[in-house]
């Protein structure tokens, strides 16, 4: 099979409406239900192995790499540990939805969910966390719409492994380790224990781990025993012998890298399944093994090519299953598992090399949904690699993430994190900058600022329901200066964010307690030496929790015009404003006029800019005071996906003359959709104004662009200079989606000639005919740019 005829074949596969695999559930419950008498961490790791030694395993035809996170084609695990009543109240309607259908489910496997639901309920982390949870706290979570994984139902996953050493030494070394631990453990000590308990868990999974890999070294044998075509005989037998020595051996080739990364990688992501598990920095850990194939004539750079194209391919068969009434505002089956590519090497030298070149190629060549390749742009790197991105990222409707690192290092030195683990970085989740397998750094809330603004003005009370939710700021008629606007809106915000830090600080102690993921521990060297689990705080002090402002430029668009049309030009009152935003605008046309034409973010405008940089200092300095579980630092991120539907959806008129019920600003610190219209340049300034170095843990911003702009090849160079010029000054985050607003209302009119159109949502790619209309409509609202 010639390697593009391979690689179509395998990704044409993968453009398959996804199925619920209930496997992974089903063989927990039965571990669970056998082991209720040991420690968690012991628990958890005897499921993880039963799933392993039980699951479904297959080789599908042309395959060359081994391994799958389910029993299906394109598949999402039933994580029912974190959450199980939304599965009972959809079992019978997951393929009758709008959007983020599911196969249906079969009788039996309807049956095996009937038979295991009961022994989780009351006893998931979603139920651990509301019980946990000050009852005055979780009355604001629907208002707050932030209470964390444990009531998303994923686990936190934003983790990378030491994908290096696993090849260098392979698990077996590991293993030798963990004995040895294990024989200087002091029974008479209390802390022993718990290491005893965390060091015989590691030996239970990576002892699984080897085993699954040798399930599919038979099954590889026995296939090549069957199999009539010598070519592809001998293609099952090289890919049986890989998976017999890795990843319990040091890696000694290309494919018995890309193979035992593989097989480490699936185990991981069914242990603490959730979006943002990464491979890491592939283009570097990778380049021995191709370097050395390559002088030694076993591979060709198109072989090479082909494998690391089938590896981005594998990364689309798991997604993250949510609930219904999600799928709205979070279509498009995001999942987020990813690969870092670029920058610079931990001693502060240009890391672009051959292969980070071959992955670019393959992602040109796979452009599927869910492999999330994040470019690091330093001002170190040729220009012809930050071009050949561009070129990607165009011909890919957008696609790629490109992440400063004259920005992301400097936020994490910030934070205490040594220079060469800074320049280390890789990119995980949404875009969390985080050190691969020395930091920790789980997302979690996500606050809705808009909130903030409409509380500031209505003296704490959430115009929705008329229930004060919010600090007594006073009657905002009675404001005699924009001081008192913002100060209000500033003790709102002090006020809301003590539900929040309860509601992450609960979140972790759930995953603490009842969620313990000894492979993830297994693969993060610091947890390993010290035998604790990375969610009893086994990284720090390289330990982060983050809290996402969300929606940003409607704060900084709303102040502005208050400032600017109540107080500077003295236009209206602050009756006048508050009326006309009880009124939702009806009958204020004039005074919803001013309010628009007001200074808006992302037009290079300092009134606004400099504005919204004032606040957003405040904010981080205020949340950054605060230590969490484990005495974890405390960082800031803006980062909103595609929350800021349903945030806006529960939102009255706000002062920058947005209605009730429309959506806020997407990304984070994008601008609020239509209002930036002075072109990429000027957005690119506005951004670039905001301290970013204060978002150690990211920011997102999305950008709709003329494909006009780059159809060339002088166009694209000048599109090139133009984003690394953002990323040297003050840039972090920028995802680009090269589409006009004729294809895509046409794509609305006839999906069926657009199934294969890729657009960048938030801080994901999808489908543009698999998302919502709402989010169909909030992409097509962007500003075009050129």
């Not at 389910?70 to 994580?79: I, Q």
């Not at 600080?505 to 000894?518: L, R």
């Not at 990429?680 to 006009?708: H, Y």
């Amino acid at each position: 099979m010639a390697a593009n005829e391979r690689v179509s074949r395998l990704r044409e596969r993968m453009l398959v409406t996804p199925a619920i695999c209930v496997e992974r559930a089903y063989y927990m419950t039965k571990s669970y239900q056998k082991t209720e008498n040991l420690p968690t961490i012991l628990r958890r790791a005897h499921a993880l192995a039963d799933i392993l030694d039980h699951m479904t395993i297959r080789i599908e035809e042309g395959e060359l790499i081994a391994g799958w996170q389910t029993s299906k084609e394109r598949g999402g695990a039933l994580l029912i540990e974190m959450r199980c009543d939304w599965i009972m109240d959809e079992l019978d309607s997951v393929q009758c939805r709008e959007w983020d259908k599911y196969q249906p489910l079969s009788e039996e496997e309807k049956a095996m969910i009937r038979e295991i639901v009961p022994y989780w309920q009351g006893k998931t982390l979603s139920d651990y966390w509301l019980g946990a949870v000050p009852h005055w706290a979780a009355k604001l979570e629907n208002v707050l719409q932030t209470g964390g994984f444990c009531r998303n139902g994923h686990h936190q996953a934003h983790s990378v492994g030491d994908y290096e050493s696993i090849l260098k030494y392979g698990l077996r070394a590991t293993l030798d380790l963990v004995e040895k631990k294990l024989s200087s453990i002091d029974p008479f000590s209390p802390e022993d224990l718990d290491r005893y308990h965390f060091y015989q868990s590691v030996k239970i999974v990576q002892e699984a781990v080897i085993r699954h890999a040798h399930r599919y070294a038979d099954l590889g044998e026995k296939m090549a025993n069957e199999e009539p075509d010598p070519v592809r005989r001998a293609e099952l037998k090289e890919l049986a012998a890989n998976c017999r020595h890795v990843p319990e051996h040091p890696a000694r080739t290309f494919r018995e890298a890309i193979q035992s990364i593989w097989l480490v990688f699936v185990p991981l992501m069914i242990e603490c399944w959730g979006a943002g598990m990464s491979l890491g920095r592939v283009d570097q850990y990778l380049l021995p093994f191709y370097q050395a194939d390559l002088a030694a004539g076993r591979i060709t750079r198109d072989e090479a090519l082909e494998l690391a194209s089938l590896l981005l391919i594998k990364l689309n068969a798991a997604i993250n299953l949510q609930e219904g009434f999600l799928s709205v505002a979070f279509s498009g089956y995001p999942v987020m598992q990813g690969l870092t590519i670029g920058g610079i090497t931990p001693d502060g030298r240009d890391a672009v090399n051959e292969l980070t070149y071959l992955f670019l190629d393959a992602e040109a060549d796979v452009g599927l949904t869910a492999e999330d390749v994040v470019v690091r742009i330093s001002r170190y790197n040729p220009e012809k690699f930050v071009i050949r991105a561009c070129e990607v990222a165009r011909d890919l409707h957008g696609k790629l993430k490109f992440v400063s690192d004259d920005t992301s290092i400097p936020s994490l030195l910030q934070m205490g994190t040594p220079l060469e683990d800074a320049r280390d970085y890789v990119s995980v989740g949404c875009h969390n900058p985080s050190i691969p397998y020395r930091a920790h750094d789980p997302n979690g809330n996500v606050v809705n600022c808009g909130l903030m603004i409409e509380l500031a003005l209505n003296n704490g009370v959430f115009r929705q329901t008329g229930e004060r939710i919010g600090a007594e700021t006073g009657d905002p008629r009675s404001f005699t200066s924009f001081d008192q606007v913002r100060e209000a809106f500033m003790i709102q915000f002090r006020y809301l964010m003590r539900a929040t830090f309860i509601f992450k600080n609960a979140d972790m102690q759930m995953f603490g307690e009842h969620s313990a993921c000894p492979l993830l521990s297994s693969v993060y060297p610091v947890c390993l030496e010290k035998g604790i689990d990375i969610y009893q705080g086994g990284t720090f002090p390289q330990l982060s929790h983050t809290t996402g402002l969300g929606c940003l430029a409607d704060v900084g668009d709303s102040l502005a015009a208050i400032k600017k049309v109540v107080f500077d030009d003295k236009k209206i009152t602050m009756a006048q404003l508050c009326d006309a935003l009880d009124a939702n605008f009806e009958g204020f046309d004039d005074v919803r006029r001013l309010l628009k034409q007001a200074p808006k973010f992302g037009n290079d405008d300092d009134y606004v800019d400099l504005l919204l940089r004032d606040v957003l200092r405040e904010m981080c300095h205020y949340i950054k005071q605060f230590k969490t579980y484990k005495n974890a630092r405390n960082s800031c991120s803006s980062i909103t996906m595609t929350a800021n539907i349903p945030y806006g959806a529960i939102l009255g008129a706000t002062p920058d003359g947005r209605k009730a019920g429309e959506p806020l600003a997407e990304g984070g610190i994008s601008p609020h959709q239509g209002r930036n219209v002075s072109g990429v340049t000027s957005t690119f300034r506005s951004v670039a104004k905001l301290d970013q170095e204060l978002l150690a843990n990211g920011s997102i911003l999305n950008i709709r662009v003329s494909p006009e702009l780059c159809k060339n090849e002088n166009g694209l160079r000048n599109f090139a200079l133009m984003l690394r010029t953002f990323c040297e000054n003050g840039g972090n985050l920028v995802q680009f989606n090269f589409t006009s607003n004729e294809m895509l209302r046409e794509a609305q009119k006839f999906p069926e000639k657009y199934k294969d159109l890729l657009v960048r949502v938030a801080t994901y790619s999808a489908y543009f005919t698999e998302l919502s209309p709402a989010l169909q409509n909030n992409i097509i609202e962007r500003s075009e740019l050129h």
